[in-house]
């Protein structure tokens, strides 16, 4: 909503769930074919990904689809400059990675000790839970039930996104 063909798009008799819709499956089979292409490369260098590909894959595009939706999100709730929104989502990104214990190995634990609902509604926790099931456990329970969560969460902010941005105008081009 910063740009002359953002006003140009609010304004046309186009659906903004089309349009939403668009740049969200244009933009994940763009990551989502560069993580095919990250993983090829680790196979080629030797690093043992896993057993299961295709649950790899699949927590690799529910993954992208948050990372996606969220940017989105937060650019049509956010109002403000192009690098505020940038700001928020760095922010964003940074504690709930930091609260999934990516840069402080014991911060899930506490959370999960504490706040055990955090880890729930985390995305980074989720992913990180998905890859360690794939990794360490033979059932898959608890890896289906981050999963879910991740597709749960995808959905409200694809819907949140769309509440947002129907209630955009703008008085002339």
């Not at 244009?26 to 649950?55: M, N």
């Not at 706040?115 to 059932?139: G, K």
Request: charged share 15%.
């Amino acid at each position: 909503n910063l740009s002359a063909i953002a006003a140009r798009r609010c304004v046309s008799a186009s659906k903004k769930i089309t349009l939403v819709l668009a740049d969200s499956l244009a933009a994940l089979t763009i990551h989502f074919l560069e993580i095919v292409v990250v993983y090829f490369y680790l196979l080629l260098i030797g690093v043992d990904i896993g057993k299961q590909p295709l649950l790899f894959f699949l927590t690799c595009f529910f993954g992208s689809m948050i990372g996606i939706l969220l940017g989105q999100f937060v650019g049509v709730a956010v109002k403000g400059s192009e690098n505020a929104k940038e700001g928020i989502c760095t922010s964003v990104s940074l504690v709930l990675s930091f609260l999934s214990g990516l840069m402080f190995a014991n911060m899930k634990d506490i959370v999960e000790k504490n706040v055990p609902f955090i880890n729930r509604i985390n995305p980074a926790a989720l992913i990180t839970d998905c890859f360690y099931s794939l990794s360490v456990f033979d059932d898959y329970t608890r890896y289906f039930r981050s999963l879910i969560s991740l597709i749960i969460i995808s959905i409200l902010l694809f819907i949140g996104t769309i509440l947002l941005i129907r209630r955009e105008r703008y008085e002339s081009i």
